[in-house]
């Protein structure tokens, strides 16, 4: 059946991915399903978010459970020089935090693929960001303990996906009052993994916290 819905479809000669490619739990078999749709010679263009800011700041919220793989531009040319493909144009979007990449790629026909070698700065980024989170992580505690000493109300603002990244990975669950958010399909829902509701933003001043 999945062959046959292939032959309906044809082959393409440029094939887009927008946000897609850190989604994947199989790099290896989503390309090659991919390759089933391309023309010989026809070319893959890949946008992806760049993980290079996040991994230098150390920033914990950048992790996901929607994203398995995280690109910064060696890497990306490392993973597809191993797959068999060659990158023809790349081009980066600037953006105040996540950076774009664009990739434009194509199978390597006959000739030999020099792969490249991966850099010390590479090698030590991942160490930069688990001891940077390191850091920041005991900073934070420290803060935060401070604040409960003095008897403060602690919240945050803001429910989304980095909040939750950011909430269970720190620990943050005995040092938290309060979490708001003005999105109307969250109010009054859970913060996911605890008891506590999420509020409107209205509710700050009622609730007379101290450190949002």
Not at 72 to 79: G, P, R
Request: glycine share 4%; proline share 2%.
């Amino acid at each position: 059946d999945y062959i046959k819905k292939i032959s309906s479809f044809g082959k393409f000669d440029i094939i887009v991915s927008c946000r897609v490619l850190e989604h994947t739990y199989n790099l290896n078999l989503f390309i090659k399903n991919l390759e089933s749709l391309l023309k010989p010679n026809g070319n893959f263009i890949f946008e992806i978010p760049d993980s290079q800011k996040s991994l230098t700041q150390g920033d914990i919220s950048m992790l996901w459970e929607e994203h398995s793989i995280y690109f910064t531009k060696n890497s990306f040319y490392k993973a597809f020089q191993i797959l068999g493909y060659k990158v023809l144009k790349y081009n980066k979007y600037t953006y105040p935090q996540e950076d774009a990449l664009v990739f434009r790629i194509q199978k390597y026909s006959k000739e030999k693929i020099k792969l490249n070698e991966i850099t010390k700065k590479d090698k030590r980024l991942g160490k930069l960001f688990v001891n940077k989170c390191k850091i920041k992580h005991k900073k934070l505690i420290t803060f935060l303990r401070n604040q409960n000493k003095e008897n403060k109300k602690i919240a945050i603002f803001g429910a989304g996906h980095r909040s939750v990244v950011y909430f269970h990975i720190n620990k943050l669950g005995s040092y938290i009052n309060y979490i708001y958010d003005d999105n109307e399909n969250k109010k009054n829902m859970f913060f996911p993994g605890t008891n506590i509701r999420i509020k409107p933003s209205i509710n700050i001043s009622k609730n007379r916290v101290d450190c949002c």
